[in-house]
């Protein structure tokens, strides 16, 4: 099965995908930092959908960080693991003690990521929640749990490539599932992506930055440099008197 060349590769294969979620009102796009932001961006682009993301935080029980008693997400909502908890008789105030450390950590990287713009609304909006891909499907499973409570419309899960029995799984609890590829056997995410480099929270940042269009009036564009795509604002100010060109050569 051919592999992505990379995160905006799969983002415009999957946005083409989406073309009939394209209209108004416009589908509210919600990327998985990290490895989901580039891909969302693309498919932001495709539907002209507006961008942000939604992070989310897994529960851990003590001694046990692996297992998820529950998670948290952006916007306070929390979601429990009830069986988990009750089997292994985890105290309410263990888990508030886990959940404000967890809190702390995710609050920084909304502020980080978000800085002090606000966070879409949610309630009464299709969404669509997009990764770069689906292994196990945990943090997704958490995103859709904790996202149903801010009751949308309809909540879409969207990737380029994910196992079947994960695919399956998510369309248990999400109104609809797409995944463009489901290769057999399946063994990584990563592995079906030419490029799969970790994304920075600086292009987070940045890719953020560019799909709001900062206020600005002004055109999200991609600029094309030795096998890349570098996402760029294009603006003309409304009081420019001519055009300033800058190349950076030696120094």
Not at 53 to 64: A, E, M, N, T, Y
Not at 123 to 146: H, K, N
Not at 180 to 202: C, I, M, N
Request: charged share 25%.
């Amino acid at each position: 099965m051919q592999q992505f060349r990379d995160r905006p590769h799969a983002g415009r294969l999957l946005g083409q995908e989406l073309l009939r979620f394209r209209g108004e009102p416009a589908p509210l796009i919600l990327a998985l930092p990290r490895g989901g932001v580039p891909v969302a961006f693309e498919v932001a682009r495709v539907l002209k959908a507006p961008l942000d993301i939604f992070l989310v935080r897994k529960l851990g029980v003590p001694g046990q960080e692996e297992l998820a008693m529950g998670a948290i997400a952006s916007g306070g909502t929390r979601v429990l693991n009830d069986e988990i908890v009750r089997a292994l008789r985890i105290p309410e105030r263990t888990i508030d003690d886990v959940e404000a450390r967890e809190r702390r950590n995710l609050e920084s990287r909304e502020r980080l990521y978000r800085g002090s713009a606000p966070r879409a609304a949610v309630e009464a909006r299709d969404v669509i929640l997009i990764d770069d891909g689906l292994a196990t499907g945990s943090t997704m499973r958490a995103a859709v749990s904790a996202l149903r409570a801010e009751r949308p419309s309809r909540i879409i899960v969207a990737v380029p490539v994910g196992a079947e029995p994960t695919c399956e799984l998510l369309r248990r609890v999400a109104d609809e599932v797409i995944c463009l590829r489901t290769p057999q056997p399946f063994q990584a995410v990563g592995l079906w992506y030419e490029d799969f480099d970790q994304v920075t929270d600086a292009t987070v940042r940045e890719l953020l930055r560019a799909a709001s269009g900062n206020g600005s009036g002004g055109q999200d564009i991609l600029i094309p440099s030795g096998g890349v795509d570098l996402a760029a604002d294009l603006v003309i100010p409304e009081s420019a008197r001519g055009l300033v060109l800058f190349a950076h050569g030696s120094g």
